[in-house]
């Protein structure tokens, strides 16, 4: 099997329904059944791509697998909220270049995951952004549905100093404001400077993936959790005590829309798993918003 596919398939899986109630998982009520998890770990060690040892997969790739399957489901439920649908060409176009590249002695429910997903993921890429206005309320109310934070913030050495520094702030200060009192405050190099603005590889809003893979977990927690325009109260991570601050709209529209306008539905899909109702069955492990992962309990 092309390493392509196999890498696809790990990172999206969408499965069929078998017909039982015994859930997996499930996200925003719907669920992942154990039979899907179940046929697609007996296709991966089919096809060499998991070891089992007295029958038995190793837990951290049946893990791996069931993220995939979460996401795979977040994605069918952006596609369907954008009013997108896999259509039948879509599984046409891609049954035809599976048959160019000869997967003909594959499982055929695992050359059907394959269609799906990459079918599915075809229908992604034709989501379309919203509506700037659209934009502008999710930012103000659930700013993470967005699949970016954009986010200052300033950091002390202790929880004491952090109190006084948010003491200053109004409830909800302007982003001149805060950066104010961050420069005044913050031992972070270069406040004075930044203001305590944080930036990432697109830009002054970060992706949620970055946040994820890049940022102390505690501090990605309180980013998570903030509120658009009202500082937090003080958030302790490694690196000291954080006020931690999503910027408004205003000062940050731009940014924003050019990134959910470059793909949409890639950054539809991290604010979904954001923001989802994730719950994962105990034996396989439990599901960790602050990484995105399936992992252990």
């Known amino acids: 099997m092309p390493r392509r596919l196999i890498s696809l398939l790990i990172a999206t899986i969408v499965v069929a329904s078998c017909g039982t109630t015994d859930s997996a998982a499930t996200i925003n ?9 179940e046929q697609t770990i007996t296709d991966f ?3 060499g791509e998991a070891a089992s040892t007295n029958g038995v997969v190793d837990a ?3 893990r791996s697998l069931l993220t995939s399957l979460i996401r795979a489901e977040a994605t069918n439920q952006v596609i369907a909220a954008a009013g997108e649908e896999v259509t039948d060409e879509d599984l046409a176009s891609v049954r035809e270049q599976l048959a160019e590249q000869g997967t003909e002695d594959l499982p ?25 206005q659209d934009i ?31 003491a200053e702030l109004d409830d909800k200060p302007t982003d001149a404001q805060f950066a104010e009192v961050a420069g005044k405050y913050s031992i972070e190099p270069n406040a004075k400077e930044s203001g305590g603005a944080l930036t990432g590889q697109s830009g002054t809003c970060i992706s949620i993936n970055e946040w994820q893979a890049g940022f102390d977990p505690d501090f990605v927690a309180g980013a998570l959790a903030a509120r658009t325009g009202i500082p937090t109260q003080p958030v302790k991570s490694s690196f000291g005590w954080h006020v931690i601050f999503i910027r408004p709209f205003t000062a940050v529209s731009e940014s924003v829309s ?22 994962v069955a105990s ?15």
Do not use: F
């Open 108 to 132: 055929e429910t695992l050359r059907e995951l394959i269609v799906q997903l990459n079918a599915a993921q075809a229908v992604l890429g034709r989501v379309k952004a919203p509506s700037p």
């Open 136 to 166: 502008a309320e999710r930012y103000n109310s659930n700013p993470k549905s967005l699949g970016m934070l954009c986010v200052s913030h300033l950091v002390v050495d202790d929880e004491s100093t952090a109190k006084t520094a948010r």
């Open 258 to 279: 050019a990134n959910i306008t470059s793909a949409p539905g890639e950054y539809l899909l991290l604010g979904a798993l954001a923001d989802a109702d994730i719950s």
């Open 283 to 297: 034996r396989y492990g439990r599901w960790d918003p602050l990484a995105g992962t399936v992992v252990a309990p």
């Open 60 to 62: 951290e790739t049946v």
């Open 45 to 47: 060690v089919t096809i």
């Open 29 to 37: 009520g719907s669920d992942i059944l154990t039979t899907d998890l």
